[in-house]
């Protein structure tokens, strides 16, 4: 089946490996792979993409991983798809393409393969949110130091309204997206501070 983005000249050319698509132990591995998660298709991929890499301290690693360049991530996403599922595309528009015809199946497949890349700690842990220029995960001990910056970011901004009135923190953090490793395996998690839970049901009781 042959993809098109709006670049008429990019396409996705979509086709089974030649071994067929990546059982389940190629893909989390086996024995040292699976101390530090890197499933063999994403080693393969780092070594080609980030030459050293695993020689570096963790320091330098953790530095790579977290600003890394859209264009270097496009490289991973493309190898991954090409070698763990047998699709081929050439541009972002192309991936979106593909990725909506994937089943959910496959696309958590491809999060777990590619969660050693972006996320930290013993659990992996990967908040889909957006930091400030210079600034990741790395940067917040807690969710609630997290949480708190965030608060003070969005409550400047409202202070640039002409109908502002200062709000008092309470919890801000309300169904962030993340994704983890637990007892070995790949979950999404849906994180809300328990303020907000109280307030919603708070507010329908009222209602």
Not at 16 to 42: C, D, Q, Y
Request: glycine share 6%; with cysteine.
């Amino acid at each position: 089946m042959i993809y098109k983005s709006n670049n008429l000249m990019a396409g996705i050319k979509k086709a089974r490996n030649e071994k067929e698509l990546l059982n389940h132990k190629e893909v989390f591995g086996e024995g040292n792979n699976m101390k530090t998660h890197f499933a063999p298709v994403l080693e393969k991929a780092v070594n080609q993409l980030i030459p050293g890499y695993f020689s570096w301290d963790e320091q330098t690693q953790d530095k790579c991983r977290m600003f890394m360049s859209s264009d270097l991530k496009f490289k991973f996403h493309q190898f991954i798809l090409k070698e763990a599922f047998g699709i081929e595309v050439a541009d972002d528009d192309a991936f979106d393409d593909a990725w909506s015809d994937m089943s959910a199946h496959e696309t958590t497949k491809f999060n777990a393969i590619l969660l050693p890349l972006f996320g930290i700690g013993e659990d992996l842990f990967f908040l889909t949110e957006h930091f400030a220029d210079g600034e990741s995960i790395l940067d917040f001990e807690t969710l609630y130091q997290y949480d708190f910056d965030d608060f003070q970011f969005q409550e400047e901004h409202r202070k640039t309204s002409e109908d502002y009135c200062a709000q008092t923190y309470r919890g801000s953090l309300h169904a962030a997206w993340a994704r983890l490793i637990v007892d070995g395996k790949f979950y999404y998690a849906s994180l809300s501070m328990v303020s907000r839970y109280f307030l919603m049901e708070l507010g329908e009781f009222g209602g």
